[in-house]
């Protein structure tokens, strides 16, 4: 079975520019998940999608950042303006149900590097 | 407000001895805490977890140690091989939000194993 996939591995972009990440979960998962390690900090959540819904955006840092989902399968998350501060590493995980429990924790995809310049 | 820490960035360890990384939190109504484990260019890997009524969990080499009047965690690898150096981070689901399933980590600690 696949796991969850990433695309691209790695971006390097001029601040002002736009870049869109995308993110494919595990085939049956509806919850889908972003998060971002910004240099070697905590993985911080940034929203949550049951199938093409966005449960939790709360932690969406403002509104350079547009995150969508359409027909529930892949999902892909867009920065523009891309600015410094959101270099970091994007990582995209998804599960079958949305509250955690044992046997249903998230499956991690390796994340894109994301270089603003 | 950071509702779990990790205030050790690394730790060097000898193969064969004990590991023990430490985890502390604030928020006491978190349900699970979860370890996971990241080795570079890969993504979080999920570990071992335990739940908050429990104070020991134990799965192979790996035991978690909860101790809810601290509010602190910890992961104890026993022995302890060069193939467990990663980074650990400590998580807890839920926190100050709306979704429950979201994951709180802390910044996570480098572990590095000699042979």
């Known amino acids: 079975e696949a796991g969850v996939t990433q695309f691209p591995s790695h971006s390097v972009i001029e601040k002002g520019q736009t870049v869109t990440l995308r993110c494919d979960p595990i085939?049956?998962?509806?919850?889908l998940y972003w998060y971002r390690r910004v240099m070697g900090k905590e993985i911080k959540f940034l929203l949550h999608f049951v199938k093409e819904s966005k449960q939790d955006e709360s932690g969406m840092p403002n509104n350079r950042f547009l995150a969508e989902r359409t027909g529930g399968t892949y999902s892909t998350l867009k920065v523009q303006p891309a600015e410094l501060e959101d270099s970091g590493v994007y990582f995209c995980?998804?599960?079958?149900?949305?509250?955690?429990?044992?046997?249903?924790?998230?499956?991690f995809g390796p994340g894109t590097r994301l270089t603003v310049l | 407000d950071q509702q779990v820490k990790q205030n050790s960035p690394s730790l060097s360890v000898q193969e064969g001895r004990i590991s023990i990384l430490n985890c502390d939190y604030t928020?006491?109504?978190?349900?699970?805490f979860l370890w996971y484990k990241k080795y570079p260019a890969e993504g979080p890997t999920f570990l071992i977890s335990i739940s908050s009524i429990k104070d020991k969990n134990e799965d192979g080499r790996f035991t978690v140690f909860l101790n809810k009047s601290a509010k602190h965690l910890s992961l104890h690898i026993v022995p302890s091989q060069p193939g467990d150096s990663a980074v650990y981070f400590c998580a807890a689901p839920g926190g100050m939000g709306t979704s429950y399933g979201k994951l709180t980590f802390g910044q996570g600690t480098i572990l590095t194993v000699h042979p």
């Open positions: 995980a998804s599960s079958y149900r949305g509250t955690w429990s044992p046997g249903n924790e998230q499956f």
């Open positions: 928020n006491s109504m978190f349900d699970y």
């Open positions: 085939s049956g998962h509806d919850n």
